[in-house]
């Protein structure tokens, strides 16, 4: 089973030294990790080159089957530890940025006081690519808002505000609060989510249709670019707490929502640190 593990870590890292390094072996010992996989299977599933390691193309098929085994082994072992009475083990999270900024640097240091050998691995990504995580095995379960997590298991955890986000010198700036018709007619900047766009939602529901200038993948991205008088935007409340940008920050009339929930494929079956610090989280949620 270590090869199908260390065939995982290559894939991740890009590189048998690195994984050799990661996981305890020597770099000879890896390659033949892999050799023994490659002839058992009869099919080559990597190739070398000067850019680093890659899987062939009938490496890329097997994967998928590949990564699933192993963390089904995984599992396999959390449950043995659990049994053992040895809670331990490696949590792997899908997340959005406003998650992993705000939520879980606390919630992790104090899940860590009580479970110290825990180890965390983030995953940082969007409304597509985690509920893809969550599918492949990839991660054990993910952040995301529930109406994306189709196919898969949920728990819905809060609602949180998204307010308007301006220049200071604009004159909407001034506004105790702001509407989504005003929004609208400004330079938009979009915060790119993937599956979903809570802001857009909002819009079309009112028949709006926002001048958008610019999609963007990072919310401080947008904020640095609101702060140089680029446009307006519309973004989570939690990722406007503690920000330095020299910003706007007004309630939208009506108000404008998001749903923060957590997505898994079978809560049985998922590493059981991973289900402790769902509990765990699930009875701690912060404001």
């Known amino acids: 089973m270590n090869r199908y593990i260390a065939l995982c870590k290559i894939v991740e890292v890009g590189s048998f030294s690195k994984s050799a390094d990661l996981l305890g072996y020597t770099q000879s010992g890896i390659s033949q990790m892999i050799q023994s996989l490659e002839d058992e299977l009869s099919l080559k599933l990597l190739l070398r080159s000067r850019t680093g390691v890659k899987l062939t193309p009938e490496g890329e098929e097997l994967y998928p089957y590949i990564l699933k085994t192993a963390s089904s082994y995984r599992a396999m072992i959390e449950k043995t530890k659990e049994i053992k009475g040895i ?9 959005i940025s406003s998650i992993s900024c705000h939520w879980l640097p606390h919630m992790i240091k104090e899940f860590q006081t009580i479970y110290p050998n825990v180890q965390f691995i983030l995953h940082q990504g969007d409304y597509t690519t ?12 993910g952040f995301i808002n529930p109406a994306v997590a189709s196919g898969l298991n ?32 400004e330079p ?11 802001p857009l939602e909002a819009f079309h529901t009112q028949n709006l249709h926002p001048n958008i200038k610019m999609c963007i993948h990072d919310d401080y991205s947008i904020l640095s670019m ?47 640190a991973s289900r402790y610090f769902i509990d765990y989280f699930k009875k701690h949620i912060p404001d």
């Open 188 to 198: 938009f900047l979009l915060l790119e989510e993937g599956a979903l766009s809570e």
């Open 130 to 141: 985690i509920p893809e995580w969550i599918k492949s095995g990839e991660v054990d379960f």
């Open 87 to 95: 809670e331990s083990g490696i949590i792997r999270i899908g997340t």
């Open 154 to 185: 949920t728990i819905t955890l809060k609602d949180g505000e998204l307010l308007a986000v301006l220049p200071q010198n604009h004159p909407l700036a001034r506004n105790n609060v702001v509407t989504l018709k005003q929004l609208a007619a």
């Open 226 to 272: 609101i702060e140089e008088g680029l446009g307006v935007s519309i973004l989570p409340e939690l990722v406007l707490r503690r920000v330095s940008y020299d910003v706007a920050k007004i309630p939208i009339s009506p108000p404008v929502t998001r749903t923060i929930g957590i997505a898994f494929n079978n809560l049985k079956t998922i590493p059981i």
